[in-house]
C-alpha cells in the first residue's frame, strides 16, 4: 500500500482517524493524503459563488491544517480540500486518481454507541470504495487521549 487517505472533518472523529492513519502510514511506509470535503457544487444559483466558495474551502483548510498538524513528524503528507457536497464520493474519486490502498474515516460520533456503529458518512464510503476501507472505532486504542 503506497498511500493512505485519512478523511476529516471538524468533529472528534477525525483525531482518531488521524492518529490510526498515522500508525498504519509508519507501519508500511505510505504516504497519508489528508482529505476534507466541503458542501459546495458549482452550479448556478443565487447563494453559490466565488465567495462561499472560498468560505467553505477556508473552513477545509483549517480543519485539514490541524489535522496535519498532529501528524507533522510524517514526511509526504499532503492536504485535499475538496469541493463536493457527498464526502463519500469525494474522498472515492480521491482514491481512484492516486491510486490509493486505504481509505480511514472515524466511526459516529453520536455518543458511547458511536464506537462501534458506522455514522452515515462511514456508510456512504464503505459502499462502492474503490479501496480497503478503515473505519476506526471512537477511542477503541485511545488514540482521542493519545493523539494530542
Known sequence: MSKIIVGVDSTERSV?????????????????????????????????????REFLEGDAREVLTAAHEAIAELDGVSEHAIADPSPARALHKLASETGAGLIVVGSSH???????????TAVRVVHESPCAVAVVPREEWGYSRRAS
Open 16 to 52: 482518531d482517524a488521524v492518529a490510526f492513519g498515522r500508525d498504519m502510514a509508519r507501519a508500511t511506509g505510505a504516504q497519508v493524503l489528508l482529505a476534507a470535503a466541503y458542501p459546495y457544487a458549482p452550479v448556478p444559483a443565487r447563494v453559490s459563488g466565488a465567495q462561499v
Open 110 to 120: 453520536r455518543g458511547a454507541i458511536g464506537r462501534v456503529l458506522l455514522g452515515s
